[in-house]
C-alpha cells in the first residue's frame, strides 16, 4: 500500500526559505502524479505544485510562481517542494498527495493517497 511522509516544515521568517520532503514507499514514483497542497482552517485544500508521473511536467499555482519549485528524487523515491521568498501567507498545513496514472489536474479531488500533513508557518 501506498504511503507517503512529508517533513520540512517550521517556522521561518518572512522571506525565508523551506524544503519540503515527500517520502513514498510501497511503490514507486514513476506509477503516479503527486502534488503538494496546503490547507488552512476554513478553507478548501489548494494546489500548490503537481507533477506527472514521468516528471516531465509541472504546474503551479499562481501563488508560487517564481518562488515555489517542485522536484523529485527517484533512487530516493522522495518528491520535494522548494519554497523561496516565503511570505505570511503561505502559513499553513502542507500535503502531499499521489494519484496513480500518469497526469492530473492540480486539485485535491484528483488524488487518493496523502500523507499526514507537515505544518509551515511564516511569521517575524
Known amino acids: 500500500q501506498l504511503q507517503l511522509v512529508e517533513s520540512g516544515g517550521g517556522l521561518v521568517q518572512p522571506g525565508g526559505s523551506l524544503r519540503l520532503s515527500c517520502e513514498v514507499s510501497?511503490?514507486?514514483?514513476?506509477?503516479?502524479?503527486i502534488g503538494w497542497f496546503r490547507q488552512v482552517p476554513g478553507k478548501e485544500r489548494e494546489g500548490v505544485s503537481c507533477?506527472?508521473?514521468?516528471?516531465?511536467?509541472?504546474n503551479y499555482g499562481d501563488f508560487g510562481k517564481g518562488r515555489f519549485i517542485i522536484s523529485r528524487d527517484i533512487g530516493k523515491n522522495t518528491v520535494y517542494l522548494q519554497m523561496n521568498r516565503l511570505k505570511p501567507e503561505d502559513t499553513a498545513v502542507y500535503y502531499c498527495a499521489a494519484g496513480e496514472g500518469f497526469f492530473k489536474i492540480c486539485v485535491a479531488s484528483e488524488y487518493d493517497k496523502w500523507g499526514q500533513g507537515t505544518q509551515v508557518t511564516v511569521s517575524s
Open positions: 510501497g511503490d514507486t514514483l514513476d506509477n503516479y502524479a
Open positions: 507533477m506527472s508521473s514521468g516528471g516531465g511536467s509541472r
